[in-house]
């Protein structure tokens, strides 16, 4: 193969290997990103349901204490419904702190995202720094340089992916599994 | 006289909810930010219960459940993991390092108070 040939092939692999682990750790960022997107939407959306609800079981327990002020007498009616509502703002405060575990689980997401930024911007760099002496170079050295760049890239990028373990599966915030052993 | 629980995790917010569901179901409940957090506290004072994440930094759930198990005064103590990894192979880790039950977050409060009421009473 001619050094221009080769060269040209060193070229194509380092170009290849930037596209393919760069799109490969964008589309992570991008899963990892939708994902915090949905969880945030749904908890939002849960808690702004537990907050109504409470709010509405709080103003008929009010309208019956109400009534019991004005002299009405505790009937068994009455008692039962004090004891619904008091049940019914139990099981809202539970949906809500379900909703609320939303920034255990986002801030773990973009934690990844942001240690994934974080990795690829260092990766980017060091392919600025190993191509820093090309300029200078003949052409058997620079594909030497390409070389070395390409090995250190694809040992970089899946160093990096092999750190980032992904520990949050869930897209929503229903409660999760129970195992006893 | 009330059971004791230790809870470790990292993440404030959940340490909350956690603290919430249990001190209202009448247990009392002691916090630790992370497993090694978890351990010193465990030495000092023995735990009916011990609630703990996986992901953290310092010391991860699955090695303070080793080194608690490894304490003669932890080998009986119950240990729950609650922690956001839902497969198979974390939950069999789980098992073989000593775990008694493992709950996938986000977890239901009364759902929570259930169960440690079955582990603890």
Known sequence: MT????LGSQVQHLLSTLSDHGTQHLNEVETDLVQTSF????????LGTSFMAIHEAIASQQQTIDLLLSGATLTPEIAENLKARHGEIGKHVNAAVTGLQFQDMTGQLISRTVRRVIGLREV???????????????????????HTINTVLEEQSVKLESALWKAVCQT????GDIELF | ???????????GSLRQMVVFSLRAAGYQVTEAVDGQDGLEKAKG?????VLTDQNMPRMDGLTLIRSLRGLPTYQKVPILMLTTESSDEMKSKGRAAGANGWLVKPFDPQRLT????????
């Open chain 2, 45 to 49: 004072q023995i735990f009916d219960l």
């Open chain 2, 114 to 121: 259930e169960v440690v009421k079955k582990v603890i009473g």
């Open chain 1, 3 to 6: 050094k221009e040939k080769l």
């Open chain 1, 172 to 175: 929503h915030m229903e409660s």
């Open chain 2, 1 to 11: 006289m009330a059971k004791t629980i230790l809870a470790v995790d990292d993440s």
């Open chain 1, 39 to 46: 969880l945030l939407g749904e908890a939002i959306q849960k």
């Open chain 1, 124 to 146: 980017l760099g060091g392919l600025s720094a190993g191509s820093a002496s090309i300029s200078e170079s003949n052409a058997e050295e620079i594909v030497a340089t390409l």
